[in-house]
């Protein structure tokens, strides 16, 4: 999946499943996948349905988020209308990713 196809991917999910006018994942879906369904007890996101969810910025934006191997990574923060698309190999921690996350809301809140 190219970096652009995961940022269409994310822009599906802001739009609640329209694409180009035509609703082509039900809403409903689309808003229980990207809710919280699990709390986990350890970590820093928990999880919908195949989208994890948490919050950014100072402003806590509600957010939901693919996370695939090796730093591949689609965020979406609907209050914001964002949609952040990022390709990677890092094999570290992914708190990196939450850093700059919280930049960019931060930029956006200004």
Same mark, same amino acid.
């Given at each position: 999946?190219?970096? %652009?196809?995961?940022?269409?991917? @994310?822009?599906?999910?802001?739009?609640?499943? *329209?694409?180009? +006018?035509? %609703?082509?994942?039900?809403?409903?879906?689309?808003?229980?996948?990207?809710?919280?369904?699990?709390?986990? #007890?350890? @970590?820093?996101?928990?999880?919908? !349905?195949?989208?994890?969810?948490?919050?950014? =910025?100072? =402003? %806590? !934006?509600?957010?939901?988020?693919?996370? @695939? /191997?090796? @730093? %591949? !990574?689609?965020? *979406?923060?609907?209050?914001?209308?964002?949609?952040?698309?990022?390709?990677? /190999? /890092?094999? +570290? $921690? $992914?708190?990196?990713?939450?850093?700059?996350? #919280?930049?960019? *809301?931060?930029?956006?809140?200004?």
């Amino acid at each position: 999946m190219s970096l %652009q196809d995961m940022a269409k991917f @994310g822009q599906l999910f802001l739009q609640g499943g *329209v694409w180009e +006018g035509k %609703q082509v994942i039900p809403k409903g879906w689309v808003e229980d996948s990207t809710a919280l369904q699990f709390k986990r #007890n350890t @970590g820093s996101a928990d999880y919908g !349905y195949q989208w994890w969810v948490r919050t950014f =910025g100072a =402003g %806590q !934006y509600p957010a939901f988020f693919a996370q @695939g /191997h090796f @730093g %591949q !990574y689609i965020f *979406v923060v609907p209050a914001l209308e964002l949609v952040v698309a990022v390709t990677s /190999h /890092h094999t +570290g $921690s $992914s708190s990196m990713y939450w850093r700059l996350m #919280n930049d960019i *809301v931060a930029g956006c809140e200004t």
